[in-house]
């Protein structure tokens, strides 16, 4: 039987596990698909002790996308330009490869509703892994500006940072942090430029746990933009929820796990997923 799973920290609500085995049972595939949640500081240990045991590979998710980094040996360009690493391949020499199929998800759920970046004002809310490689992603598919936000001031300046230094030349807004952390706080810092924003993407977490708040509350949303909210879960996220009730296309963060996760399985096995499969089982 061929082995996989996904980590992160926490793990519990994860749909990995569901999509992947419908995508084994509609092709035929002989597979098993876990999760695991996995301490900050055990991750290295964790990911060598799932190579010893014949894994395959392993999805990566919050808030391990950069700490898996030092434990490539052969990174993907994906992983090179976009600083983050969401997919690892143990291969039949005992190395491991990196990848980054969250652009892959990212630009194929936006491809698919007929939004192009080029040209085009971004915020990203929350400069994490995914946060940083979506945002990487946008200026390089022709972004004509970009506006950071997190709650952490040095995660907006690194990210800042490499992206006028990977040769970025539209602007780069560095939001400040809100001096109150609530909706209220978020709203007063980042509730401008996202309205200004053509594509505002909420790369955090806020939503995952049911009786969150959205990022940002709807009057930060318009008609006319496209929200993507990243945040994976069977109902509809809060920040989707909350931008689709001030007039803007929303769309939820399944579309875009599905396609992060085909391309996963496909680079580890070389052999084509069944999306509508997937995205069937979790929706």
């Not at 040209?119 to 979506?134: D, F, N, Q, T």
């Not at 200026?139 to 990210?159: H, K, M, P, T, W």
């Not at 909350?242 to 939820?252: H, K, R």
Request: proline residues 6%; hydrophobic residues 45%; negative net charge.
């Amino acid at each position: 039987m061929n082995k996989f799973a996904v980590i992160g920290h926490p793990i519990a609500h994860s749909l990995s596990p569901k999509m992947h085995a419908a995508n084994f049972a509609a092709i035929g595939y002989a597979g098993t698909y876990e999760k695991f949640d996995v301490a900050p500081e055990d991750v290295s240990a964790f990911v060598m002790e799932k190579r010893r045991e014949g894994y395959l590979g392993l999805n990566v998710t919050v808030p391990h996308k950069m700490a898996v980094l030092p434990l490539i040996d052969s990174p993907d360009e994906s992983v090179t330009r976009y600083g983050a690493c969401n997919t690892l391949k143990f291969c039949a020499d005992g190395s491991i490869r990196g990848y980054n199929t969250d652009v892959i998800g990212f630009v194929t759920v936006l491809s698919a509703h007929g939004f192009s970046l080029r040209g085009r004002k971004v915020a990203v809310i929350g400069c994490g892994g995914a946060g940083s490689a979506l945002a990487k992603c946008a200026c390089f598919e022709g972004a004509s500006g970009i506006a950071l936000a997190d709650l952490r001031a040095e995660s907006v300046e690194r990210l800042a940072d490499e992206i006028a230094g990977a040769g970025f030349s539209g602007e780069v807004e560095r939001l400040g942090v809100p001096e109150d952390a609530g909706l209220s706080g978020r709203k007063a810092a980042w509730g401008e430029a996202a309205s200004a924003a053509d594509l505002v993407v909420n790369a955090t977490p806020m939503g995952l746990h049911p009786g969150e708040p959205p990022a940002l509350p709807a009057e930060c949303f318009r008609p006319g933009q496209f929200v993507l909210d990243i945040v994976p879960t069977r109902e509809t996220p809060p920040t989707a929820v909350a931008a689709a009730s001030a007039g803007a296309t929303a769309v939820d963060g399944l579309e875009f796990l599905v396609g992060q996760g085909a391309k996963s399985f496909e680079i580890w096995t070389g052999l084509a997923a069944d999306r509508k499969a997937m995205l069937a089982a979790i929706r």
